[in-house]
């Protein structure tokens, strides 16, 4: 997962992940390791800076250094190209189902995305943690198995630590 929103849905901001197709259904109620990648999102796509269209709807969260609002907790660096947090996966819907539900304006709040780039299906993120520290990782986009053994175990333990 790209900055900022790697460290935006870590520190809770973003409740709502958004993707073109619906394949995080599968995993809810499930834990999910979140790999923070090598890149930013794009800055034609907005940058680092991007989410804060959206976020107008909370002064607190707008007003925020950029940093402090996608930045791990004190005392831990952000390490790029590792597994460094856990999120349990909630329901998936279409984002006009949520927006039915909530309205257009709380579907960008809590994803994080304006309307016009917002993608087709929304899941809901029901709880957050950072790990003590980074596991590292070769990522790959969408969701992927880790095949390192020795990386696997490891993340298995810290997931298990931060969530006991």
Sequence with gaps: MMQPYCGLLLNGH???ETRHTPFLRIL??????IHCGQKDWPAGKGGLDGWRVAAVSDPSLASSPADAAFSPPAGRGLERG????????????????????EGWDSVERRALVPRASLAAFATEILGTRWLPSGVAVR?????????????ACHIRRLIEGAVS
């Design 139 to 151: 990522g790959l986009p969408g969701v992927f198995r880790v095949d390192n053994l020795h990386a």
């Design 28 to 33: 809810r109620g499930r834990l999910l390791a």
């Design 82 to 101: 590792t597994v460094c947090g856990v999120v349990q996966v909630g329901e998936t819907r279409a984002c006009s189902d949520w927006a039915a539900t």
């Design 14 to 16: 973003k409740t709502l």
